[in-house]
């Protein structure tokens, strides 16, 4: 099943599509009828300085002519020489090209080099193959020697320009690459002789021919000039159109999303913040505009999201576009990602990242001087800037990329914005809002048995709409006295409900209760694939199934909060969206998390915890209402108590919450960090520079608002001082008055393993004293320093199974656990309850407890288990366990900086490898795929598909067929993901080989 053939399809692909995508671009003619402009609908627009103007509503009456993607505008290419001020412009052109490209040419290039460049500079061969238009086609003239008849889909090849290096031809593919190496005037020149010397006696026809070709040259001129519109699909090969299509069964954008891809402010790439309400089709809009970065501007695109299970969506969702349009898809979350990423020379990549991986890799772009070829950034749910800490990584990234780049386009789109202005301030960005939803959602709330239609703009806010069937017996009206059964089964299980709780166990609570009602007939809904589901969640817990999944699965309901493991969550998530389940209950996380829209979303109480719900928590949450092409409306019902109605009123009618800076947020530690990065990444060496980026800052822009009492120049003193103090800076001589700032190696360590601030110092002991005495017959004293300090106090150690792990540590575990400050002494009297009087310190011994815990996970790989011993949920060890791994690369990264730890760099390494895939080794290789978990991959390689390379060339019918609960669209998108990762992996190998054989530019110096 798996030959070298089906390798040898991913291997050769990128050339052979290339020939055939170039060979479409234009050889055979047909010009369609001319297309209307994109209609617009109702919008408004504003300018950075926060005016709002609107644009035009209606429809565009201008049209212009489109061509098809097959069309020839240059059958004759005699038209090229009617024009003499056309010859005289492509000379200017060409010239300036040279000029160009002379500039950046290593003295020794010949002469045959330097065409070459020109051509590759100017006339890339990717962007070429999907240029439909009349530019296309006049490039295509241009680059083409001869007419040629002949010219067919599989016998054109133009050399690899952009990498100096010929194409490599395969079957069929013709090479004419010298050909095209000729330069345009050379090339031109002889198509006058050619074309002196046919007859001249030039019909009436040919002449309104040429013409319009001549119209079109001018068009095809500004266009390579000005960057104009190379593509009929928003500037895009109508290609990316039908690949929407088949990919997102997208047929017609909204006419919102057609209106703000023809903004000004879009086309002119300033920066934009776009706002629509939740399922607004927000995404496509910035995809699309990611694609036209990638494929049109040939620069690389990074598109942030707020949660690694975001991120693992779209690059199974992306990649196929990636495979299919030829760019690279690169997952910067949880462990993955390199640092500086690869550089690539053939190909554009779009890096999708969390927060706090996109920070570290603009860092590292800074840092390689690499940060201009981010074309575009986006950043999804741009709200997040004003969460916490989060926030305050999110800024600084901006901030940098804003300061640095000033070529890079920054995106920004939000449901919920209550202060756009500031933002487009930060952003200097024009904003785009509209209340566009495809479904309908209509708002409730329930107060005792009446539920009441949600308008803000009565008085009272809610208005009477209907009594509650309620039929209950004085049992069930005491077990749920606020009628959620009744509510839910008005719905389930033929349409969808989701029930967001205030805490994770009420989640359980509730998804347990509501089964003891259900009647019989719930079960028999979709029973075996509800039966198939709990086969799966139990192996996917290794023969542990949870007893509460196991009661209310067979009744289509779960429960979905952090304490599942991912690969629960992940099956819950896919049986839910497939119709197996009908109801969730669910924390707020679901909310933000990932897609999963529900017919009724039901809010079983105005709280998050002990919190009263804010408004933008509110709005993400009944935004999960209506499924778009399933849906006709969706409803989300508030459930509420008397004592509550005043604050709900408040709730749905108040504006969105202000989103303000949070580079003040804990103590500073985000301005802290930023400035020491700003003087570790050399963007700024002096006190006035730093003063100067700060006025790029969120924080500028809010100073009076979030700093009220102290200006932000007063702070950044301040800070510099501390970090001076903390030893993590120095001033190093004055240069014209001016003090210059410069890290010192504990700040560098710092910056560069992202280590917080408020606890470098602490690693510092830490990793010295592990020094002296580091246990190497085990795991445990490794696991201990890399131990996240941030996880101790959300754990409190039971002292029995203290004492129990405690006791079972071999005697150097224990002689090490004590060197660290937990001596067996402590353990013991507190199991026993005795009072101790020596004093411990309660962050090591913590600390020491969860380093246990993932000594355990090491040696046995099987979480449950592990879960159990320590009385921990399972959800919690997974995410201890990612934490390690995370932080232990950071503390890796900080060792590196440190000649004292060199000893710990190799250490280091293996034990990350390890925590990251705490897995069977052979599992390792299909987990890399995005979203591809332990027990998935479990499933792939029992069924034979073992590597990288069997999952690329799986036929993804054959897989839904052999694998249990896969669905067609998981397969395809596992399929391209493990695609992309290999080409990732082999391009990535090339590039090394390149540069490995690339002549110094020194070397005739020499
Ligand atoms: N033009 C369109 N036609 C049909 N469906 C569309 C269109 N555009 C987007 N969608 C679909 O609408 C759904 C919601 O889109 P999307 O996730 O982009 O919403 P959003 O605006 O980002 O909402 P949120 O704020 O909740 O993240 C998706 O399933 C998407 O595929
Ligand atoms: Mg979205």
């Known amino acids: 099943m798996y030959t070298d053939n089906h390798m040898y399809d991913i291997v050769v692909k990128r050339n052979s599509s290339s020939s055939r995508k170039r060979s479409w671009n234009g050889m055979r003619s047909h010009i369609t009828p001319p297309k209307k402009r994109p209609s617009f609908t109702s919008g408004t627009c504003s300018a950075g300085d926060g005016h709002t103007y609107s644009q035009d509503m209606t429809e565009n009456k201008d049209t212009e002519l489109c061509f098809s993607d097959n069309e020839d505008l240059f059958e004759g290419y005699d038209s090229i020489v009617g024009d003499s001020s056309f010859l005289a412009k492509l000379e200017d052109v060409e010239l300036q090209m040279r000029q160009h490209h002379k500039d950046q040419q290593t003295p020794h290039c010949c002469e045959d080099q330097l065409l070459d460049s020109i051509l590759a500079e100017d006339f890339r061969d990717s962007p070429l193959r999907t240029l439909p238009s009349s530019p296309l086609a006049f490039r295509q003239a241009v680059m083409t020697p001869q007419k040629s008849p002949s010219r067919g889909v599989h016998n054109t090849s133009t050399p690899d320009l952009k990498n100096n290096k010929p194409t490599i031809c395969h079957a069929g593919v013709n090479k004419s690459a010298p050909k095209a190496r000729r330069s345009m005037k050379d090339h031109l020149k002889k198509v006058l002789i050619e074309n002196a010397a046919t007859s001249n006696t030039i019909s009436n026809r040919v002449r309104q021919k040429e013409a319009v070709i001549t119209e079109e040259m001018g068009v095809a001129m500004e266009s390579i000039s000005a960057e104009g519109d190379l593509g009929p699909f928003f500037g895009l090969p109508s290609r990316v159109k039908d690949l929407i299509c088949r990919l997102k069964g997208i047929q017609d954008l909204y006419d919102w999303q057609k209106t703000c891809l023809s903004l000004d402010s879009v086309q002119q790439r300033r920066n934009l913040i776009y706002s629509l309400p939740t399922s607004g089709g927000k995404t496509l809009v910035a995809e699309i505009l990611i694609f036209k970065e990638l494929l049109c501007r040939m620069k690389d695109a990074l598109l942030i999201l707020p949660y690694i299970s975001l991120v693992q969506e779209k690059v199974r969702g992306l990649s196929s576009f990636g495979i299919e349009l030829d760019f690279m898809v690169e997952e910067y979350a949880g462990s993955k990602g390199r640092f500086p990423p690869v550089k690539r020379r053939s190909k554009n990549s779009l890096y999708i990242t969390t927060i706090e991986k996109g920070h570290s890799l603009v860092n590292s772009l800074i840092e390689m001087d690499r940060l201009g070829n981010i074309g575009l950034v986006v950043v999804d749910e741009l709200h997040m800037l004003g969460d916490g800490n989060r926030g305050a990584i999110l800024e600084m990234t901006l901030s940098k990329i804003l300061y640095m780049s000033k070529s890079t386009q920054i995106i920004g789109m939000s449901a919920t914005l209550g202060n756009v202005g500031d933002l487009q301030r930060f952003l200097k960005a024009e904003n785009y809002t509209n209340d566009f939803r495809p479904v309908e959602l209509k708002e409730y709330v329930k107060i005792k048995d009446s539920i009441y239609e949600v308008d803000p703009k009565e008085e009272e806010c809610f208005r009477f709409s209907r009594l509650l069937d309620i039929k209950y017996s004085s049992g069930m009206q005491k077990l749920d006295p606020d009628h959620i059964i009744a509510l839910a089964t008005e719905i389930i299980p033929q349409q969808s409900c989701l029930i967001f709780c205030p805490t994770k166990k009420n989640c359980e609570n509730l998804a347990g209760m509501i089964c003891k009602y259900l009647n019989k007939e719930f079960r028999k809904h979709k029973e075996t694939e509800k039966a198939t589901l709990l086969g799966e969640l139990k192996s996917s817990g290794n023969g542990s199934l949870c007893p509460v999944l196991q009661k209310t699965v067979p009744f289509g309901l779960a429960y979905h909060h952090s304490g599942l493991t991912s690969d629960e969550k992940k099956l819950v998530e896919e049986a839910y969206s497939s119709g197996v389940l009908c109801l969730l209950t669910c924390t707020s996380t679901l909310a933000a998390g990932i897609n999963l829209p529900a017919r009724r979303v039901i809010l079983r109480s105005p709280y998050v915890a002990a919190d009263f719900l804010k408004r933008s928590q509110y709005k993400q949450m009944v935004g999960r209402a209506g499924r778009a092409g399933i849906d006709a409306m969706g409803e989300s019902i508030l459930v509420l108590q008397e004592k509550d109605i005043n604050m709900a009123k408040k709730l749905v009618s108040a504006p969105v919450e202000k989103c303000y800076s949070n580079l003040l947020h804990d103590g500073g530690q ?26 790029g800052t969120l924080l500028n822009v809010q100073e009076a608002q979030v700093s009220p009492e102290r200006s932000l120049w007063d702070l950044t003193l301040e800070f510099i001082e501390k970090l001076r103090q903390k030893a993590l800076i120095e001033a190093s001589g004055d240069v014209n008055d001016e003090t210059i700032l410069q890290i010192t190696r504990l700040g560098r360590a710092t910056f560069k393993g992202s280590v917080d601030l408020s606890y470098c110092d602490l690693l510092y002991r830490d990793l010295s004293k592990g020094l002296e005495g580091l246990l190497l017959n085990s795991f445990l004293h490794l696991l201990y320093l890399v131990t996240p300090y941030d996880m101790v106090h959300q754990c409190k150690p039971d002292w029995m199974i203290y004492f129990r792990q405690f006791t079972n540590l071999s005697a150097a575990e224990q002689k090490m656990a004590s060197a660290v400050g937990v001596p067996e002494s402590f353990v013991t009297r507190k199991a026993a309850g005795q009072s101790v009087r020596k004093t411990v310190d309660i962050v090591v011994v913590n600390r020491l407890y969860l380093a246990m815990v993932l000594y355990s996970l090491l040696k046995e790989t099987n979480l449950w288990n592990v879960s159990d011993r ?35 760099k190799a250490l280091l390494s293996e034990l990350t490898r390890r925590l990251t895939y705490c897995v069977q080794a052979e599992l390792i290789p299909l987990m890399e795929v995005a979203g591809v978990m332990e027990h998935r991959a479990k499933q792939l390689y029992n069924a034979g598909y073992k590597t990288l390379a069997h999952l690329a060339n799986a036929d993804p019918k054959i897989l839904v067929q052999t694998i249990d609960n896969l669905f067609k669209k998981q397969a395809d998108q596992i399929t391209a993901s493990a695609k992309m990762l290999i080409k990732e992996k082999a391009d990535a190998l090339q590039e090394e080989v390149d540069d490995l054989l690339m002549l110094p530019s020194d070397l005739l110096s020499l």
């Open 670 to 695: 985000g301005l802290l960090s930023l400035v020491l990065s700003l003087i570790g990444l050399k963007i700024t060496t002096t006190i006035e520079q730093v003063r100067d980026f700060m006025k």
């Open 870 to 904: 320590f009385q921990l949920t399972r959800g919690f060890v997974q995410t201890l366990l990612s934490s390690a791994s995370a932080f232990g690369s950071s503390v890796l990264h900080f060792t590196e900086e440190l000649e004292e730890f060199w000893a710990y």
